[in-house]
């Protein structure tokens, strides 16, 4: 008899046709009704779930009681009750390493614009604003040449710096919890505190998860040690700042601008960011290219099939709960 697969966010077609070769399949349909609804109705028969985005812990998943395995298209895991999963005995699997070129690649985006002011002068461009040469007022800031720091220094957070240190001649430096001599030696990267790492970069890039101990890792006192000709990018989760203040530091010059694709509370539809030619806004877009999102969908379907297959899937968050 076929165990039940139950996506909890929309996933391609091409998605349902391979996991229907070995499983049932249900997916919520927004012409049904409310998705949530149909969420929750499917629960009880789902062996494993499939998806991205929502959060899952004891309150959702009570009544899931075959439930298995949670397969998510994603690398990170924080919407997860991970104490919950491992004292119910179900599987978590994630998509690590798929989305790191790409996430990086848009990271390393978000920091040129920032600094050259891509997206303010595109608008005002647009705007027909352009009638003469730029003066002073409308020049952005170099990128070759300086330093960039990087928070957290794993494995995107490397190709971060790869992209620095090779393609714009960038000394590397890099804070966390452990040191990478490997790394180091590879891109020429020296160790710092945290406080060192913010007072010395001209580039602050943020790439730790998201934890007790990384919320609101970066707030008014850290922002405080940066440089005022300094740029705050963000690829890693919203949380990970105290957004109210970096908007207070963006307006009042503490640092000189930002990159953000993640924030503490999304979708986010109205913010005083929104208002800062020196904040670049993107909507949580680090992985979200088509020969990404399909890799790491096959990849998902792979780690969600070995486990309800009885094999040890690839990419298990939490071995502990493995016989």
Not at 170 to 179: E, L, W
């Amino acid at each position: 008899m076929k165990k039940t697969v139950l996506a909890f966010s929309r996933i391609t077609a091409p998605m349902v046709e391979r996991l229907q070769q070995d499983f049932n399949v249900i997916v919520p349909n927004p012409k049904l009704g409310d998705i949530n609804a149909q969420f929750n109705q499917a629960l009880p028969q789902a062996h494993g779930l499939i998806g991205a985005g929502r959060k899952l812990g004891q309150a959702q998943l009570e009544h899931a009681q075959q439930l298995q395995v949670v397969s998510s298209v994603s690398v990170g895991y924080d919407n997860y009750d991970l104490a919950y999963f491992n004292q119910r005995g179900i599987a978590l699997t994630n998509t690590p390493d798929v989305l790191t070129e790409s996430t990086a690649d848009l990271g390393f985006a978000l920091l040129m614009s920032a600094a050259r002011r891509v997206a303010e002068l595109d608008a005002w461009t647009k705007a027909g604003e352009w009638k003469a040469t730029v003066g002073p007022g409308l020049f952005g800031s170099d990128v070759h040449g300086k330093t960039l720091g990087i928070v957290g220094l794993g494995n995107i957070g490397a190709a971060i710096a790869r992209r620095g240190r090779f393609g714009f001649n960038m000394p590397v430096i890099y804070s966390g919890n452990s040191r990478k001599t490997a790394l180091e030696q590879e891109l020429g990267a020296q160790y710092r505190s945290l406080d060192a790492l913010l007072a010395e970069a001209d580039f602050v890039v943020l790439m730790v998860p998201l934890g007790a101990a990384t919320t609101h890792l970066i707030g008014a006192r850290e922002l405080q040690l940066m440089k005022p000709s300094a740029f705050l990018i963000n690829v890693s989760r919203g949380p990970v700042v105290d957004e109210a203040a970096l908007i207070a530091a963006l307006q009042d010059g503490t640092i000189r601008g930002a990159g953000l694709d993640v924030y503490e509370k999304e979708p986010l539809s109205e913010s005083p960011l929104f208002q800062l030619a020196n904040a670049v806004t993107l909507p949580h877009v680090g992985s979200a290219t088509a020969e990404t999102r399909e890799a790491m969908a096959n990849r998902a379907i792979d780690n969600l099939r070995a486990a309800l297959l009885g094999e040890r899937p690839r990419d298990l968050v939490n071995p502990q709960v493995w016989k």
